[in-house]
């Protein structure tokens, strides 16, 4: 894949690629515009011709033209690729027919199925039943063609014999999750679902093997589910009003091929300019939350279809917008999910504003009662530390110890979670002051909490958390390290060099290829570039790291290129404070270490330690001296 990157770069220039979304002008060697991805009066954006990539000084985004199309249509890297490699005219190598023709084919089925679906709803069965529940429900006809709801008929092998009738075979239909396969072949199984009427014109061939097979979605109200672009993935259907209740409410698309649920965040495609323009995203529950919000002019809204919010799912909202909405739900279950939710968003990065709902209701209940109220609860919506601070404050008496104890558990497990430590000692302050305790006392709780709560989190998260707090100092130190040995080949060469006499122990994909590749890259940016061509967000990552040392806005917004006038000089600062901070890391692990030591009684651990601990600290300051 990386010779197709190479190849397309060669055939495309940035300025044309870039132009035909921007309006550009030319400023020096350089290109400007004002920048798509924020909103700004004047330009901040800007275009290297010469290095082929962009940078904003506004949102500090950039990348080259595989990045730019990406963020600007919503892309996945492997779709971005197939959009330039057609514009370049490149015919990409991995490129399967095979498969590429299997996966068409299964859209092409989801796509017919929903027609189906829609036609059953419209003309068929559902004419009278469904539609008016729907209709009941509050939605007008056109909100039901918009996110294009269908209707299941009752019966075994609808959507099936629909389907083979137009040529597909039972194996791709079964592959989109619309069927269900019956465990082993059993012909007695088939007298339990007669075949229909319809069965005689079909090719006697299918007949056996038909009879295996049976529709997944019966008598039930369809939901397409899309992905960012439109596409029909999969369905989340529901039981229609009067049908067998004694099944599940909702039943989705199993995973295959093209739906994975995790990923899925229900009405993106609807909601994804709603979603940048309004800089933040709705998160409600279901599927009817989303279009009765939507009915009434709420669009940047999105819900996750049966699961909790993953982190893929965050990951996905997070190239749209940093802020997000989520709705309360008031029963204990509901707020367990919700609480693990909004600290997941918030271990991630996302501001979390919480809205609130009457007891009871539902977002499709208030958009259809009173959409004016809905309106005003998203506006007034808290942010996540405030609203749980007020709730805890509610729920229990503050005069008592046993009040204040459960305030500070209940509190503090969010504190523990936010990334920010001046919003983390904002909390700590408010919490002391309301409840008369010192701020002291709160830091050791938290210290306690946070490691107790953490383990709760999902590990994935988890993981995240234990490496960034501690190395947050080591972790900038490094990218401004980098950023000087991206853009000087001699710091490079020297910083390599040092840099494998240290035990700095970084966990850094960039930076390790950086050393792995300098000498073949012979210390050169472009070429650097070019050889991790396929690790875009690495890519990405460099060439941000990589505008941001080497330009900068002058006061006429004019974008300059930055002259150290010595590199090395700030090499070596930059240098020794990493240095100063892996010793005070080494010191924190040794004192942990000699705590457990203390506690077990070993005394030979305990001398070495000591040892250990007055040399490091000897060194780091002769590191201080040297200032
Ligand atoms: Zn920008």
């Given at each position: 894949m990386g010779n197709d990157i190479e190849e397309i770069k060669a055939k495309l220039n940035i300025v044309d690629v870039l132009g035909e979304y921007i309006k550009l002008d030319k400023a020096g060697a350089n290109w400007r515009a004002l920048c798509p991805f924020h909103n700004e009066k004047s330009p901040s954006f800007m275009v290297s011709e010469e290095k082929q990539f962009w940078h904003c000084f506004g949102c500090q985004k950039s990348g080259d033209i595989f990045g730019f199309v990406m963020e600007m249509e919503g892309l996945e890297f492997r779709e971005a690729l197939k959009v330039l490699a057609e514009k370049a005219g490149v015919k990409l190598q991995n490129y399967s027919p095979q498969k590429e023709e299997e996966k068409n084919r299964a859209l092409e089925i989801l796509e017919l199925a929903v027609k189906f679906?829609?036609?059953?709803?419209?003309?068929?069965?559902?004419?009278e039943k469904i539609l008016n529940y729907l209709r009941e429900r509050g939605l007008k006809d056109e909100t039901i063609k918009e996110f294009r709801l269908g209707y299941a008929p009752k019966g075994w092998r609808n959507i099936l014999e629909f389907l083979i009738k137009r040529g597909y075979k039972i194996e791709e239909i079964n592959k989109t999750g619309l069927l269900v396969q019956k465990s082993g072949p059993s012909p007695v199984a088939s007298t339990r679902h007669p075949l229909s009427k319809g069965e005689e014109e079909i090719n006697p061939n299918y007949k056996l093997q038909i009879t295996n097979y049976y529709d997944r979605f019966r008598d039930r109200i369809i939901f397409p589910i899309a992905d960012f672009s439109g596409r029909v993935?999969?369905?989340?259907?529901?039981?229609?009003?009067?049908?067998?209740?004694?099944?599940?409410?909702?039943?989705?698309t199993p995973e295959t091929e093209s739906y994975h649920k995790s990923r899925v965040l229900y009405g993106l495609d609807k909601a994804k300019a709603e979603i940048k323009k309004q800089g933040s995203v709705l998160l409600v529950e279901g599927n009817m939350d989303v279009i009765a919000s939507h009915q009434v002019g709420i669009k940047n809204v999105v819900a996750v279809s049966g699961t909790a919010l993953t982190e893929d799912q965050i990951n996905i909202i997070k190239r749209y917008t940093k802020n997000i909405q989520m709705f309360f739900d008031m029963d204990s279950a509901g707020e367990n999910a919700t609480k693990k939710s909004v600290k997941l968003c918030l271990a991630n990065g996302l501001a979390v504003k919480i809205v609130s709902l009457l007891q009871g209701k539902d977002a499709a209940d208030m958009a259809k009662e009173n959409p004016k109220e809905l309106e005003k609860n998203v506006v007034e919506a808290l942010p996540a530390m405030e609203y749980f601070f007020q709730k805890t404050f509610k729920k229990f008496d503050k005069n008592n110890l046993e009040g204040k104890k459960k305030i500070t558990?209940?509190?503090?497990?969010?504190?523990?979670?936010?990334?920010?430590?001046?919003?983390?000692?904002?909390?700590?302050?408010?919490?002391?002051?309301?409840l008369d305790i010192s701020e002291k006392a709160l830091t050791d709780e938290l210290k306690k909490i946070s490691l107790k709560d953490k383990s709760k989190l999902i590990s994935n998260t988890l993981d995240n958390l234990k490496t960034q707090e501690p190395i947050a100092k080591k972790e900038m130190l490094l990218q401004e390290l980098m950023g000087l040995m991206l853009v000087y080949p001699t710091i490079w060469k020297e910083a390599s060099k040092r840099i494998r006499e240290e035990n700095f122990n970084f966990k850094n994909e960039l930076f390790d290829l950086m050393l792995e590749n300098g000498e073949k890259t012979n210390f050169d940016f472009a070429s650097f570039i070019n050889e991790i061509g396929d690790k875009i967000e690495i890519n990405q990552k460099a060439q941000n790291i990589f505008s941001q040392k080497k330009y900068r806005l002058d006061l006429n917004n004019?974008?300059?290129?930055?002259?150290?006038?010595?590199?090395?000089?700030?090499?070596?600062n930059y240098f020794r404070e990493i240095k100063k901070e892996s010793k005070k890391e080494e010191l924190d692990r040794i004192s942990n270490d000699l705590k457990i030591a203390e506690k077990s009684g070993d005394k030979e651990a305990k001398i070495f330690l000591c040892q250990e601990s007055g040399r490091i600290t000897k060194e780091l300051h002769e590191l201080e001296e040297k200032k």
């Amino acid at each position: 894949m990386g010779n197709d990157i190479e190849e397309i770069k060669a055939k495309l220039n940035i300025v044309d690629v870039l132009g035909e979304y921007i309006k550009l002008d030319k400023a020096g060697a350089n290109w400007r515009a004002l920048c798509p991805f924020h909103n700004e009066k004047s330009p901040s954006f800007m275009v290297s011709e010469e290095k082929q990539f962009w940078h904003c000084f506004g949102c500090q985004k950039s990348g080259d033209i595989f990045g730019f199309v990406m963020e600007m249509e919503g892309l996945e890297f492997r779709e971005a690729l197939k959009v330039l490699a057609e514009k370049a005219g490149v015919k990409l190598q991995n490129y399967s027919p095979q498969k590429e023709e299997e996966k068409n084919r299964a859209l092409e089925i989801l796509e017919l199925a929903v027609k189906f679906y829609e036609v059953q709803l419209w003309k068929g069965e559902g004419k009278e039943k469904i539609l008016n529940y729907l209709r009941e429900r509050g939605l007008k006809d056109e909100t039901i063609k918009e996110f294009r709801l269908g209707y299941a008929p009752k019966g075994w092998r609808n959507i099936l014999e629909f389907l083979i009738k137009r040529g597909y075979k039972i194996e791709e239909i079964n592959k989109t999750g619309l069927l269900v396969q019956k465990s082993g072949p059993s012909p007695v199984a088939s007298t339990r679902h007669p075949l229909s009427k319809g069965e005689e014109e079909i090719n006697p061939n299918y007949k056996l093997q038909i009879t295996n097979y049976y529709d997944r979605f019966r008598d039930r109200i369809i939901f397409p589910i899309a992905d960012f672009s439109g596409r029909v993935l999969g369905y989340s259907a529901r039981v229609a009003p009067g049908g067998d209740e004694s099944q599940a409410k909702y039943v989705n698309t199993p995973e295959t091929e093209s739906y994975h649920k995790s990923r899925v965040l229900y009405g993106l495609d609807k909601a994804k300019a709603e979603i940048k323009k309004q800089g933040s995203v709705l998160l409600v529950e279901g599927n009817m939350d989303v279009i009765a919000s939507h009915q009434v002019g709420i669009k940047n809204v999105v819900a996750v279809s049966g699961t909790a919010l993953t982190e893929d799912q965050i990951n996905i909202i997070k190239r749209y917008t940093k802020n997000i909405q989520m709705f309360f739900d008031m029963d204990s279950a509901g707020e367990n999910a919700t609480k693990k939710s909004v600290k997941l968003c918030l271990a991630n990065g996302l501001a979390v504003k919480i809205v609130s709902l009457l007891q009871g209701k539902d977002a499709a209940d208030m958009a259809k009662e009173n959409p004016k109220e809905l309106e005003k609860n998203v506006v007034e919506a808290l942010p996540a530390m405030e609203y749980f601070f007020q709730k805890t404050f509610k729920k229990f008496d503050k005069n008592n110890l046993e009040g204040k104890k459960k305030i500070t558990e209940e509190l503090l497990e969010t504190v523990a979670i936010l990334e920010n430590e001046v919003e983390k000692n904002y909390w700590i302050k408010k919490i002391g002051e309301d409840l008369d305790i010192s701020e002291k006392a709160l830091t050791d709780e938290l210290k306690k909490i946070s490691l107790k709560d953490k383990s709760k989190l999902i590990s994935n998260t988890l993981d995240n958390l234990k490496t960034q707090e501690p190395i947050a100092k080591k972790e900038m130190l490094l990218q401004e390290l980098m950023g000087l040995m991206l853009v000087y080949p001699t710091i490079w060469k020297e910083a390599s060099k040092r840099i494998r006499e240290e035990n700095f122990n970084f966990k850094n994909e960039l930076f390790d290829l950086m050393l792995e590749n300098g000498e073949k890259t012979n210390f050169d940016f472009a070429s650097f570039i070019n050889e991790i061509g396929d690790k875009i967000e690495i890519n990405q990552k460099a060439q941000n790291i990589f505008s941001q040392k080497k330009y900068r806005l002058d006061l006429n917004n004019n974008v300059e290129e930055i002259n150290l006038p010595d590199p090395m000089d700030e090499f070596e600062n930059y240098f020794r404070e990493i240095k100063k901070e892996s010793k005070k890391e080494e010191l924190d692990r040794i004192s942990n270490d000699l705590k457990i030591a203390e506690k077990s009684g070993d005394k030979e651990a305990k001398i070495f330690l000591c040892q250990e601990s007055g040399r490091i600290t000897k060194e780091l300051h002769e590191l201080e001296e040297k200032k």
